[in-house]
């Protein structure tokens, strides 16, 4: 597992604008039926990944404008919660999310957005301009990496017991990390 330096590991120096997967209307990443983005690039390289295939840059496919107007139509179905942010590295692809996420704000303002992340709260108040811009976008944030040593499978929505998932408007209010409040345990 790698452990980034404030700022060393920066969207624009790894990104490829590529993603892995994109699912809709599924109801494992998150809380409600979500539509899920799978980016591709991590440098976290977690021990016991289960996504191991999304941690090269260069997966996948390119995310287009075909994809983006898919995702925005799912997303304006009656029935969909949100958006989950997922891959790979979430923050270390602003260049593409950051776009999408805006829109969703714009024309979708109701629908939640999730993302996973390997950085913690606290390493990400310390990052760059774009990671921030991308975090407070955000409804729920479920951060830190996956540690084999903490797995816990009757978690909700995270694997390892070091993962906290954060609710990110309260949060940034708090300037502090607080927890989610639907958290079961």
């Not at 990052?127 to 009757?154: C, F, P």
């Amino acid at each position: 597992m790698r452990n980034p330096s404030p700022q060393e590991w920066k969207s624009e120096d790894w990104s490829q604008g590529k993603i892995l997967d994109y699912k809709a209307f599924n109801f494992v990443d998150g809380e409600g039926v979500r539509c899920s983005l799978y980016v591709s690039g991590c440098l976290f390289h977690c021990k016991g990944c289960y996504n191991r295939a999304s941690w090269s840059f260069g997966a996948g496919i390119p995310y287009t404008q075909e994809l983006e107007e898919q995702i925005l139509e799912d997303l304006a179905q009656t029935y969909v919660q949100g958006l989950t942010l997922l891959g790979g590295e979430p923050f270390l692809n602003t260049g593409t999310l950051l776009p999408l996420v805006q829109k969703i704000r714009q024309k979708l303002p109701t629908k939640d957005i999730w993302s996973w992340t390997g950085y913690t709260w606290e390493e990400l108040m310390m990052e760059t301009a774009d990671k921030r811009e991308l975090l407070e976008q955000l409804d729920i944030l479920v951060d830190g990496r996956y540690d084999a040593t903490k797995r816990d499978l009757s978690l909700q929505f995270r694997g390892s017991s070091n993962q906290r998932i954060i609710d990110v408007p309260k949060s940034l209010q708090a300037n502090q990390a607080i927890l989610w409040g639907k958290l079961k345990h």
